[in-house]
Structure formats: structure tokens, C-alpha cells
């Protein structure tokens, strides 16, 4: 079974601080997403990866970042976290036509 | 540009009755379409997908989704509902055939199921 795995099920940050939200897939997968889950929003996304230290930004890339330095890993990075950012972060990884879901990470910036 | 539309964002039904949930899609090219279904503090688990193979998709769980270009629609449905089936249900277009492109999500479906 493909496994996506986060680093965090439950994160409080404050405002201005730095946040890192990591996410590792054990299937080889060359692509990876970050997404973040909103009530009545569905799924957004924030940026993907197609292969080690390439990145594309997605439909909401404002106020993150992302770093892929293996291929099993995928970071999302808050430079400087706010109050708008509060919400679940779903990291997924993909072959072909299915992506596989990690837990999520619900993140509060208080 | 591609977008996915949830007609329904909550929908109830008995134990053992009908469920259905609405989706219709704008593509300009041929899509494949998806459901995904999440339940509480689970991550998100494919249903089924269409790829341009049949148009009347047999799922997970008794679910089936029929792909109807004519209507722009990929409709989910069960012939009976069951309790575990209440969960966040999320229709989800993409283009392309590669894994490389993102994809594209509802609003969701809540499903709530009465006993």
C-alpha cells in the first residue's frame, strides 16, 4: 500500500513565526502536491512537484513556499505565518491517474 | 480552464434509500473525472475514476458514477445507503494523462445517513 505520511496531525503556531509542514512517500512517486482544505472550499492548491528540486505553483502559492530536495520528500514552508492561514494542509503523491492522500495537518496561527 | 461543480452542498438520506450526489465539470478537453470521499479525521480515499474507458464506473462500496458528456455530468450514486457511508464526498476533474497535472476539486458533498 502507498503510504503518504505528515509530519504533524495537529500544529499551533503564532503569528510571524516560521512554519514547516513536511510530508514523505514511500512509493517512489516522481510527483507531489500540497493542498490546503477549507469549509465549503474543497481542496486548493498551493504548489506540486514533478521531480527532485523542480516546484509549480499552484492556484493559491501566496505567503508559501516549497522545497524538494529528495524525491521522498516534500516541504511546504510559511515564511511568516498569519491568522489567514489557519486550516488543513493535505499533502498527496501521484502516478498517473490516482493520488494518494497523506492524513492532513490542521494548522492553527494564532 | 477546467472547474468542477457540487450541486449540493449537504444531503441527507435514510438508511437504505437512494443516494445520490450531483457534479457537473467544465473542460475544454477530455477529462478525467473522480470521486473522492473523506470521513472524519481520515484522509481522502479515491471512489472511482473515469478515464475515458467506460462511462458507467463501478466503484468502491457500491458506488457508481455514470459520465455523460452530453450533460457535462458525473453523478455518484448507491442503491442503498448505509451509516458508514456519512462522510465528505468530493468530485474532482483533471486533464491530462500523466500524473504531473493537479487536480481540480468541488466544494464537497456532506452525506449525512438517518437511521
Known amino acids: 500500500d502507498v503510504k503518504v505520511t505528515q509530519s504533524s496531525r495537529y500544529l499551533v503556531k503564532r503569528t510571524g513565526e516560521k512554519v514547516f509542514l513536511e510530508c514523505v512517500q514511500d512509493m517512489d512517486h516522481e510527483n507531489m502536491f500540497w493542498y490546503r482544505q477549507d469549509p465549503g472550499l474543497g481542496l486548493r492548491l498551493i504548489y506540486f512537484s514533478y521531480d527532485v528540486k523542480m516546484k509549480e505553483k499552484g492556484d493559491i502559492p501566496e505567503g508559501y513556499s516549497v522545497s524538494r530536495e529528495k524525491k521522498e520528500r516534500f516541504s511546504l514552508i510559511l515564511e511568516s505565518a498569519s491568522t489567514n492561514q489557519t486550516s488543513m494542509y493535505l499533502c498527496a503523491s501521484s502516478f498517473r491517474y490516482e493520488q494518494f492522500f497523506g492524513p492532513g495537518t490542521r494548522l492553527t496561527v494564532l | 480552464a477546467q472547474s468542477v461543480t457540487q450541486l449540493d452542498s449537504h444531503v441527507s438520506v435514510s438508511e437504505g434509500t437512494p443516494v445520490l450526489l450531483r457534479c457537473n465539470y467544465s473542460s475544454s478537453y477530455s477529462p478525467s473525472l473522480f470521486w473522492y470521499v473523506q470521513h472524519p479525521n481520515k484522509g481522502l480515499q479515491l471512489l472511482l475514476k473515469?478515464?475515458?474507458?467506460?462511462?458507467l464506473v463501478k466503484g468502491i462500496n457500491g458506488f457508481e458514477a455514470e459520465f455523460k458528456k452530453s450533460e457535462t455530468s458525473f453523478h455518484l450514486t448507491k442503491p442503498s445507503a448505509h451509516m458508514s457511508d456519512a462522510a465528505e464526498y468530493f468530485c474532482v476533474v483533471r486533464i491530462g494523462d500523466t500524473g504531473r497535472r493537479a487536480l481540480t476539486f468541488g466544494s464537497g458533498t456532506r452525506l449525512q445517513v438517518q437511521p
Open positions: 473515469y478515464t475515458s474507458a467506460a462511462t
